[in-house]
Nanobody
Framework: QVQLVESGGGLVQAGGSLRLSCAAS?????????MAWFRQAPGKAREFVAA????????YYADSVKGRFTISRDKSKKTIYLQVNGLKPEDTAVYYC???????????????????WGQGTQVTVSL
C-alpha cells in the first residue's frame, strides 16, 4: 500500500511562493493513473487545485490558481510538486496530495476519482 506524504507548506506573506512536494512511499513500485492537489480552507469544502496524468504529458488547473500554480512530477522520485506563486490570503488551506489508480482516459478532476490521499500540508498566507 502506497503512502503519500506532503511537505513544503508554511507561513508566507501575500505575493510569496512555496514549493509543495508529495512523495509516494511504501512498497517497491509506484504507478498511478493520475495525481492531483486538492485544498481545503477553514469552513469550506475540499476543492480541486491541479492534476497531472502519471504517464502522460499535460496538466489541468482550477481557474482560481491558473497562471499562478504549476504542477509537475518526477517519476523516478515518485514525487509530484506544486509550485505556488503569487499567493493570496484566500489560498490559505491545507493542501492534500491524491492519487488515482484508474481513470477514464482524461485527467480526473473530482476527489471521488482519487483513492489514495496524503495527510496534507498547511499553507498560510498573511497580508
Amino acid at each position: 500500500q502506497v503512502q503519500l506524504v506532503e511537505s513544503g507548506g508554511g507561513l508566507v506573506q501575500a505575493g510569496g511562493s512555496l514549493r509543495l512536494s508529495c512523495a509516494a512511499s511504501g512498497g517497491y513500485t509506484f504507478s498511478a493513473y493520475a495525481m492531483a492537489w486538492f485544498r481545503q480552507a477553514p469552513g469550506k469544502a475540499r476543492e480541486f487545485v491541479a492534476a497531472v496524468r502519471w504517464n502522460r504529458v499535460g496538466a489541468y488547473y482550477a481557474d482560481s490558481v491558473k497562471g499562478r500554480f504549476t504542477i509537475s512530477r518526477d517519476k523516478s522520485k515518485k514525487t509530484i510538486y506544486l509550485q505556488v506563486n503569487g499567493l493570496k490570503p484566500e489560498d490559505t488551506a491545507v493542501y492534500y496530495c491524491a492519487a488515482a489508480t484508474t481513470g477514464p482516459g482524461n485527467i480526473p478532476l473530482s476527489g471521488f476519482e482519487y483513492n489514495c490521499w496524503g495527510q496534507g500540508t498547511q499553507v498560510t498566507v498573511s497580508l
